[in-house]
């Protein structure tokens, strides 16, 4: 297996923070360079030092940085997009300028090159009972009896390789209906709610954070041939903006949301609101140390739990909202 070198520069303020957010992408582990550990070392360390050479004493001046390193293959591909993703929004939350410029290097290989290579890793592949996902730059045979979905991310999360995706394709393919209509909060590169539509569902209403996966999302729903009327993408933050949130409306029949497990709690209000009664929510990108006060959390906003699935390291949690009235939930 080759690893690419990630260097992302932050603040001695930021480091905790970035470190957090990266475990919650799966990253385990870290090289941290710092220069207020340095200072305090040499503020105060024992014994008597004669030398000490240059170069140690150049990291008194150091920017801080986070190392990681990610594979060079399919899933090291859909990481970096988060990494992206994650360091943009600590970006636009980052009011005060404490964390650095949150940027970041690959070492020994340029962007463009990185990007490229990882396409010979994202092959077609079969998942669930019905779909087949198929990269738009692969010509092949399709499976009798599959659907399929023609992904191109771009630069952004969502080519269907990466373990919280396959979980949650897998755990929505049994819940559509010719009615469903689908809400899919943090849509990537689409993946989740052009998939729902070619199983059959009704309507889908997308939004994402992000503007360029607004626009590559739409671009892979026309890759699929999906009507234009059936399907709607925004970008905006749905836990800030409330004309994005009226927008949106209710009454869904179901929701998915693949994203981090902060956002995920922080979004569990909102679920209940958007949801019909009895409406399903499938939630991922969850680490499974973090699976079970995610679950705490939305259950505690009127959700039962249906089904759970883990898959190297990852979770992915399918739940049923308690109905207001005397309806029973369905177990």
Request: glycine share 8%.
């Amino acid at each position: 297996m080759n690893w690419t070198q990630v260097d992302i520069y932050t603040s001695t303020e930021g480091i905790d923070l970035l470190c957090s957010n990266l475990m919650d992408l799966g990253i385990r582990g870290f090289s941290i360079q710092d220069a207020n550990d340095f200072n305090e070392f040499l503020e105060n360390k024992d014994g008597k030092w004669d030398y000490i050479e240059e170069d140690l004493l150049g990291l008194s001046n150091c920017e801080s940085c986070v190392t990681i390193y990610l594979p060079q293959d399919g899933q090291g591909a859909e990481t970096l997009l988060q990494v992206k993703e994650l360091l943009q929004q600590m970006k636009q939350n980052d009011i005060e300028n404490k964390y650095g410029r949150l940027e970041y290097n690959l070492s020994g290989i340029k962007e463009e090159d990185w990007a490229n290579n990882w396409k010979q890793y994202f092959k077609p592949f079969s998942i669930g009972k019905r779909l087949f996902i198929k990269p738009s730059w692969e010509n092949c045979d399709i499976p009798d009896n599959r659907v399929t979905l023609e992904i191109d991310p771009e630069s952004s999360f969502g080519t269907g390789q990466h373990h919280t995706t396959q979980l949650c394709l897998t755990l929505l393919e049994p819940e559509i209906q010719p009615s469903t209509r689908v809400l899919d909060m943090g849509c990537g590169s689409g993946i989740l709610f052009i998939g729902s539509l070619l199983l059959g569902a009704k309507s889908a209403f997308a939004v994402d954070i992000e503007e360029n996966a607004v626009r590559i999302a739409n671009e892979n729903a026309k890759k699929n041939s999906l009507p234009s009327s059936k399907y709607t993408v925004k970008c905006g933050n749905v836990l800030s903006d409330s004309s994005l949130v009226s927008e949106i409306g209710n009454g869904y029949d179901l929701i998915t949301a693949n994203i981090v497990s902060d956002v995920l709690k922080a979004m569990a209000p909102l679920f209940n609101t958007c949801l019909k009664d009895n409406g399903i929510l499938i939630v991922s990108g969850i680490i499974s140390e973090r699976k079970d006060e995610v679950i705490e959390t939305i259950i505690a906003n009127d959700f039962v739990v249906l089904e759970e699935k883990e898959q190297s390291g990852w979770a992915a949690v399918k739940l049923q909202k308690i109905p207001n009235s005397g309806c029973e939930c369905r177990i």
